[in-house]
């Protein structure tokens, strides 16, 4: 495997140390997500990235002109990608790129064992290879893209907010382009009642912790896509929506009728730190939470 570039993917492309977002809930290697950001003649020649049991898929936010890549050192045909358009590579491949023009991407790091296990869970076929066109467009990877865009400003996010983006790319990547029929669950499409109840006693007891979508849809007795889309169906909303719901109900009941500080409340209900809840809290609510506190 090659954590190194799931860890680092920037310093292949001789570029400052980038934020990323990870999903850990598996036992495998993290999926990563990196935004890479360079102006022209920044980058040239990328390093050779050593071979993994590894996909990266790449989604530009830009268009780029002109770039040439090699796999296994033969030249692979490439033409200009527009704004919007992805590409992927097989780390196993040993892949290596001349990029001389500015360029700005979102860059999926999807290990194979990591796969296998979501695949798994879906009880289906695993991605073995993904025939997706150099510079194709798709516009459900690039609405991903743009969800991911505030989180990856910051480096954080809520567990659940990744683990749902990983299991609806999963889920389309294994639909559109590995050529297997993916077959779509059956059932009623809502959770059963106890099985809501399940899952808001969960997030409440575990506010200050990071709970996984995996966990959450075994809770269930459902594969993860399954659940994310029954419990949006059910709720309105999407379970990181729930968990954050719930995180800023207590974090106001604290402010209301505790003296407690700010920062040891944003560390109750699961903020990273103080200035991420006070951003937070003042976004959702109009005013920081100082301001919120004092009236009451």
């Known amino acids: 495997m090659n954590a190194q570039y799931a860890g680092n993917a920037a310093a292949y492309f001789h570029l400052p140390e980038a934020r990323i977002l990870r999903s850990t809930s598996l036992q495998n290697e993290d999926i990563t997500i990196t935004r890479l950001t360079a102006t022209k003649n920044t980058v040239n020649l990328t390093d050779p990235i050593p071979p993994a049991n590894a996909f990266v898929l790449s989604l530009q936010l830009q268009p780029l002109p002109r770039h040439e890549l090699w796999l296994d050192g033969k030249r692979e045909p490439v033409t200009p990608y527009g704004c919007g ?11 290596t790129a001349f990029l001389p023009t500015a360029f700005d991407c979102i860059q999926f790091y999807l290990p194979q064992a990591t796969l296998d296990q979501l695949a798994a869970a879906e009880d289906r076929a695993p991605i073995r290879e993904l025939a997706v066109p150099h510079g194709a467009h798709d516009p459900f990877v690039e609405s991903i893209g ?23 790319l999963h889920h389309h990547l294994a639909a559109r382009y590995t050529g297997a029929r993916v077959r779509e669950p059956q059932g009623p499409g ?20 990071s709970l996984s979508m995996p966990q959450l849809a075994a809770a269930c007795e459902l594969s993860p896509s399954y659940f994310c889309r029954a419990f949006r169906l059910t709720t309105g909303i999407a379970p990181y929506q729930w968990l954050l719901r719930r995180r800023m109900e207590k974090a106001q009941e604290m402010l209301a009728k505790t ?26 609510t109009g005013v920081p939470p100082g301001a919120w506190r004092r009236p009451r």
């Open 85 to 95: 358009a992805i590409s992927v590579v097989d780390l196993a491949a040993r892949p």
């Open 146 to 168: 743009k969800l991911l865009l505030p989180a990856l400003s910051e480096a954080r996010a809520p567990r659940l907010f990744v683990d749902g983006i990983i299991v609806a």
């Open 190 to 209: 809502r959770l059963a009642v106890w099985q809501v109840e399940r899952v808001k006693a969960m997030i409440d007891a575990h506010l200050d912790e």
């Open 259 to 284: 003296d407690t500080s700010i920062a040891e409340i944003a560390f109750r209900c699961g903020f990273s730190d103080q200035s991420h809840f006070t951003r937070t809290f003042s976004r959702m």
